[in-house]
Protein backbone atom coordinates (compact mmCIF):
# COMPACT_ATOMS: atom_id res chain seq x y z
CA UNK A 1 0.00 0.00 0.00
CA UNK A 2 2.81 2.50 0.22
CA UNK A 3 2.81 2.26 4.00
CA UNK A 4 4.42 -0.71 6.09
CA UNK A 5 2.09 -0.57 9.10
CA UNK A 6 -0.99 -0.74 7.24
CA UNK A 7 0.80 -3.27 4.95
CA UNK A 8 1.47 -5.58 8.46
CA UNK A 9 -2.50 -5.43 9.38
CA UNK A 10 -3.52 -5.87 6.07
CA UNK A 11 -1.33 -8.88 5.85
CA UNK A 12 -2.47 -10.33 9.01
CA UNK A 13 -6.51 -9.92 8.47
CA UNK A 14 -5.65 -11.59 5.03
CA UNK A 15 -4.43 -13.82 6.11
CA UNK A 16 -6.88 -14.44 9.38
CA UNK A 17 -9.89 -14.19 6.71
CA UNK A 18 -8.38 -16.98 4.61
CA UNK A 19 -8.09 -19.40 6.93
CA UNK A 20 -11.83 -18.44 8.04
CA UNK A 21 -13.15 -18.71 4.52
CA UNK A 22 -14.05 -14.71 4.62
CA UNK A 23 -13.79 -12.52 1.55
CA UNK A 24 -11.17 -9.70 2.41
CA UNK A 25 -11.09 -6.80 -0.39
CA UNK A 26 -8.79 -3.74 0.25
CA UNK A 27 -7.91 -0.66 -2.41
CA UNK A 28 -5.76 1.44 -0.11
CA UNK A 29 -3.14 3.91 -0.78
CA UNK A 30 -1.32 4.01 2.46
CA UNK A 31 1.13 7.13 1.21
CA UNK A 32 -2.42 9.14 2.29
CA UNK A 33 -1.85 8.28 5.87
CA UNK A 34 1.58 9.43 6.46
CA UNK A 35 0.05 12.47 8.69
CA UNK A 36 -1.16 9.63 11.08
CA UNK A 37 1.16 8.30 13.94
CA UNK A 38 2.34 4.88 13.35
CA UNK A 39 0.20 3.83 16.79
CA UNK A 40 -2.85 5.34 15.32
CA UNK A 41 -2.94 3.97 12.27
CA UNK A 42 -2.16 0.81 13.99
CA UNK A 43 -5.19 0.98 16.41
CA UNK A 44 -7.42 2.54 13.91
CA UNK A 45 -7.43 -0.27 11.61
CA UNK A 46 -6.37 -2.82 14.02
CA UNK A 47 -9.77 -2.23 15.81
CA UNK A 48 -12.05 -1.91 13.06
CA UNK A 49 -10.92 -4.50 10.67
CA UNK A 50 -10.84 -7.19 14.23
CA UNK A 51 -14.40 -5.94 14.82
CA UNK A 52 -15.92 -6.88 11.43
CA UNK A 53 -13.60 -10.23 11.51
CA UNK A 54 -15.61 -10.85 14.92
CA UNK A 55 -19.04 -9.98 12.99
CA UNK A 56 -18.46 -11.92 9.91
CA UNK A 57 -17.29 -14.76 11.15
CA UNK A 58 -20.63 -15.84 12.64
CA UNK A 59 -22.22 -15.51 9.62
CA UNK A 60 -23.17 -19.10 8.14
CA UNK A 61 -23.92 -17.91 4.68
CA UNK A 62 -20.25 -17.74 2.60
CA UNK A 63 -22.08 -15.14 0.23
CA UNK A 64 -22.21 -13.00 3.29
CA UNK A 65 -18.73 -13.76 4.73
CA UNK A 66 -17.13 -11.09 3.16
CA UNK A 67 -15.01 -7.53 4.70
CA UNK A 68 -14.38 -4.49 2.49
CA UNK A 69 -12.01 -1.57 2.91
CA UNK A 70 -11.40 1.33 1.12
CA UNK A 71 -8.50 4.14 1.81
CA UNK A 72 -8.82 7.13 -0.87
CA UNK A 73 -8.19 10.68 -1.21
CA UNK A 74 -9.71 13.09 -3.05
CA UNK A 75 -10.21 16.93 -2.68
CA UNK A 76 -8.06 17.40 0.64
CA UNK A 77 -10.03 15.20 2.22
CA UNK A 78 -8.96 11.33 3.50
CA UNK A 79 -11.78 8.75 3.44
CA UNK A 80 -11.71 5.16 5.07
CA UNK A 81 -14.41 3.01 4.32
CA UNK A 82 -15.06 -0.47 6.04
CA UNK A 83 -17.79 -2.46 5.70
CA UNK A 84 -19.32 -5.96 6.71
CA UNK A 85 -22.30 -8.14 6.13
CA UNK A 86 -23.88 -9.14 10.18
CA UNK A 87 -26.46 -11.29 11.38
CA UNK A 88 -28.96 -10.27 14.27
CA UNK A 89 -29.70 -6.62 15.77
CA UNK A 90 -26.66 -4.17 16.74
CA UNK A 91 -28.02 -2.18 19.29
CA UNK A 92 -26.67 1.57 19.64
CA UNK A 93 -26.03 4.01 22.97
CA UNK A 94 -26.00 7.30 20.88
CA UNK A 95 -23.91 7.26 17.85
CA UNK A 96 -21.79 4.39 19.35
CA UNK A 97 -22.71 0.65 18.79
CA UNK A 98 -23.32 -1.30 21.90
CA UNK A 99 -20.77 -4.38 22.73
CA UNK A 100 -21.86 -7.85 23.57
CA UNK A 101 -18.46 -8.37 25.67
CA UNK A 102 -17.26 -7.91 29.04
CA UNK A 103 -18.30 -4.71 30.47
CA UNK A 104 -14.76 -3.93 32.08
CA UNK A 105 -13.97 -3.18 28.13
CA UNK A 106 -17.11 -1.91 27.31
CA UNK A 107 -16.73 -0.41 23.89
CA UNK A 108 -13.35 0.50 24.08
CA UNK A 109 -12.16 -0.28 20.30
CA UNK A 110 -15.24 1.56 19.10
CA UNK A 111 -13.75 4.78 21.37
CA UNK A 112 -10.69 4.33 20.37
CA UNK A 113 -11.26 4.91 16.98
CA UNK A 114 -13.92 8.01 17.64
CA UNK A 115 -10.69 9.26 19.60
CA UNK A 116 -7.99 8.95 16.89
CA UNK A 117 -10.86 10.32 14.55
CA UNK A 118 -10.98 13.43 16.80
CA UNK A 119 -7.23 13.75 17.31
CA UNK A 120 -6.47 14.62 13.40
CA UNK A 121 -9.54 16.65 13.23
CA UNK A 122 -11.73 14.00 11.50
CA UNK A 123 -14.38 11.95 12.24
CA UNK A 124 -16.19 8.51 12.57
CA UNK A 125 -19.70 7.48 11.65
CA UNK A 126 -21.52 4.07 12.04
CA UNK A 127 -23.91 3.18 10.38
CA UNK A 128 -26.11 -0.26 9.52
CA UNK A 129 -28.65 -0.78 7.08
CA UNK A 130 -29.89 -4.07 5.74
CA UNK A 131 -27.70 -6.38 7.21
CA UNK A 132 -24.90 -4.15 6.08
CA UNK A 133 -22.31 -2.40 8.92
CA UNK A 134 -19.93 0.62 7.74
CA UNK A 135 -18.40 2.44 9.40
CA UNK A 136 -16.92 5.46 8.11
CA UNK A 137 -14.16 8.21 8.66
CA UNK A 138 -12.93 11.33 7.11
CA UNK A 139 -10.22 13.41 7.59
CA UNK A 140 -9.39 16.98 6.14
CA UNK A 141 -5.81 17.06 4.24
CA UNK A 142 -5.40 20.52 3.86
CA UNK A 143 -4.41 21.45 7.08
CA UNK A 144 -1.78 18.20 6.49
CA UNK A 145 0.14 20.54 3.48
CA UNK A 146 3.05 22.11 4.35
CA UNK A 147 2.96 26.04 4.85
CA UNK A 148 4.38 27.37 1.41
CA UNK A 149 1.51 24.94 -0.27
CA UNK A 150 -1.06 26.56 1.84
CA UNK A 151 -2.97 28.87 0.26
CA UNK A 152 -2.20 32.90 0.95
CA UNK A 153 -5.03 35.31 2.43
Known amino acids: TGNDILDVILTEKSLLCEQNRITFTCVARGEDLSFMDDMDIYSLFGN ?36 NFYDGEIAFEGDLPVTSKSKDYHGFGVKSMDYIAKKYNGYMSISTQDGIFSLDFVFPLSERKPAAEQPTS
Open 48 to 83: ALSNAFENVSRIEDSDRRCISLNVRAENDVLSIHIE
